[in-house]
């Protein structure tokens, strides 16, 4: 949507509560607003929608219903040239105001049916567009087991850092065998992990390393409130 009076008209089709969110530059809880009630459209659409420079252009716009889920599990999968798909273990995912901050083997599939679909609908979403490299889903697991797809983001994905101390082949080399053209590398998870983001600042690192298993990995970013610095991984 790109009026305010088109927003008005996804709420009386949707119902509230919804998400209101940026088509473009939205990430770790920005580019968002909640709608829980009639007053907040307003006020959401000039936190996003409004133009910021007298020459832009209104945001485009998507607006979602809530959906009552059980957990977030994301599939990194990763396509070759040549149509090879190969999927990673699903993931578990938990946010805290919107960003990401630990993710853990989501185990046991609760319905695996449902498990083999989004598998299936992920491998042939890449081969319709003709995708080659890893493309990352997140999908919500409801109560009865079924997977909604919610997001995708095509290219390597923050749930997806544990790959580099816990699977055979990681998500950063397998992207770059599948653009180069090589032989995609094993997505097998070799070890029990977990992995958690940093988010504002690292802890000196000798508070970390004195854990047994844990593997540190700082980005190099100036520390700032919000901003994921780092992560760590913690394999067994």
């Known amino acids: 949507m790109e009026s305010e009076a088109q927003l008005h008209e996804a709420v009386e089709a949707i119902g509230l509560p919804a998400v209101l969110k940026t088509c473009r530059g939205g990430y770790d809880g920005k580019g968002q607003a909640v709608l829980r009630e009639s007053a907040d459209v307003t006020d959401a659409w000039e936190a996003l929608g409004t133009p910021r420079e007298p020459r832009s252009l209104p945001a485009r716009l998507v607006l979602e219903g809530f959906v009552a889920f059980a957990r977030e599990i994301s599939i990194l999968s990763v396509r070759s040239r040549d149509g090879e798909v190969r999927h990673y273990d699903p993931v578990c995912n938990e946010h805290s105001g919107g960003i990401l901050v630990r993710s853990t083997p989501a185990g046991p599939a609760a319905n695996p049916a449902a498990l083999e679909r989004a598998r299936a609908g992920i491998a042939s979403l890449m081969e319709g567009l003709g995708y080659v490299g890893v493309l990352a889903v997140e999908l919500f697991e409801t109560p009865d087991g079924q997977l909604l797809a919610s997001e995708m983001a095509p290219r390597v994905h923050n749930s997806g850092h544990w790959t580099i101390d816990a699977a055979a082949c990681d998500q950063f080399e397998n992207h770059l065998r599948a653009v180069l053209g090589w032989p ?53």
């Open 184 to 236: 995609l590398g094993s997505t097998r998870t070799i070890c029990g992990w977990e992995m958690r983001n940093l988010i504002g600042s690292i802890p000196p690192a000798s508070e970390l390393l004195g854990e047994a298993g844990l593997r540190l990995h700082a980005y190099g970013k100036a520390e700032k409130p919000g901003r994921k610095v780092g992560h760590v991984t913690v394999v067994s």
